[in-house]
T-cell receptor
Framework: EPEVTQTPSHQVTQMGQEVILRCVPISNHLYFYWYRQILGQKVEFLVS????????KSEIFDDQFSVERPDGSNFTLKIRSTKLEDSAMYFC?????????????FGDGTRLSIL | LAKTTQPISMDSYEGQEVNITCSHNNIATNDYITWYQQFPSQGPRFIIQGYKTKVTNEVASLFIPADRKSSTLSLPRVSLSDTAVYYCLVGEGRNTDKLIFGTGTRLQVFP
C-alpha cells in the first residue's frame, strides 16, 4: 500500500538554526499538508498546499515557516530560525484529488528537538 | 469550537468487541465522518470513513444513525496491538479541508 514517507525520523537542531523537514507524499496525490504534535498534546494543523501555493495556514504558521514543492515528488517544511517551542513531531499528509471527502494519509513524522 | 465529543479513555480485553461512540451534533450536510488511529510516536492512520448508515472494511465498522449526530466505531475482537488513540473527525467547513483533532479516545487493551 502506498504511503507518505518523511525524513529524517529525528532531527536535533540548535535554537536559531534553520531546519528543513522532508516529505514524499503518495504519488498521485495533489493536496499536501503539515501538522505538528507537541508531546502530550493534540495534533495541530499548520498548512495546506495545492497547485504550488498555500491554500490555508494556521496562526502557528508564521513568517518563520515556509513550504515548498521543489520537484515532482518532495514536499518540504522549512523553519527559518528555530525556537525551543518548535520542538514537536511534525507530520506530513497528502490526499487524493478525487473528491473533497478523500481522507488524508499521514506519514510517521519527524521528531524535531530544539536545544 | 469542539465539533466532536468522544470518551477520553476506554479499557477492553483481548478478543472483545469495542465500540467507541462520537457525538457530532452540529455536523453539516456535506460532512463525512472519519476515524483515525494513532500509536505513540507515529502519525495518525486512516481507519474508516462514512457518510450515513453502515460502512465496513477489513479493520472496522462504522455505524451512523439517520440523524448523523453521532457515529460508532466498532472494532471486532481487539488485540493488544489495537491499544492506541482513536480520533473521530468531521468536516470543518465548506472552504477548508484541514483536520481538527480533538484529544481522541485512548483505548487500552489488556491480555
Amino acid at each position: 500500500e502506498p504511503e507518505v514517507t518523511q525524513t529524517p525520523s529525528h532531527q536535533v537542531t540548535q535554537m536559531g538554526q534553520e531546519v528543513i523537514l522532508r516529505c514524499v507524499p503518495i504519488s498521485n496525490h495533489l493536496y499536501f499538508y503539515w501538522y505538528r504534535q507537541i508531546l502530550g498534546q493534540k495534533v495541530e494543523f499548520l498548512v495546506s498546499f495545492y497547485n504550488n501555493e498555500i491554500s490555508e495556514k494556521s496562526e502557528i504558521f508564521d513568517d518563520q515557516f515556509s513550504v515548498e514543492r521543489p520537484d515532482g515528488s518532495n514536499f518540504t517544511l522549512k523553519i527559518r530560525s528555530t525556537k525551543l517551542e518548535d520542538s514537536a513531531m511534525y507530520f506530513c499528509a497528502s490526499r487524493d484529488p478525487l473528491g473533497s471527502n478523500q481522507p488524508q494519509h499521514f506519514g510517521d513524522g519527524t521528531r524535531l528537538s530544539i536545544l | 469550537l469542539a465539533k466532536t465529543t468522544q470518551p477520553i479513555s476506554m479499557d477492553s480485553y483481548e478478543g472483545q468487541e469495542v465500540n467507541i461512540t462520537c457525538s457530532h451534533n452540529n455536523i453539516a450536510t456535506n460532512d463525512y465522518i472519519t476515524w483515525y488511529q494513532q500509536f505513540p510516536s507515529q502519525g495518525p492512520r486512516f481507519i474508516i470513513q462514512g457518510y450515513k448508515t453502515k460502512v465496513t472494511n477489513e479493520v472496522a465498522s462504522l455505524f451512523i444513525p439517520a440523524d448523523r449526530k453521532s457515529s460508532t466505531l466498532s472494532l471486532p475482537r481487539v488485540s493488544l496491538s489495537d491499544t492506541a488513540v482513536y480520533y473521530c473527525l468531521v468536516g470543518e467547513g465548506r472552504n477548508t479541508d484541514k483536520l481538527i483533532f480533538g484529544t481522541g479516545t485512548r483505548l487500552q487493551v489488556f491480555p
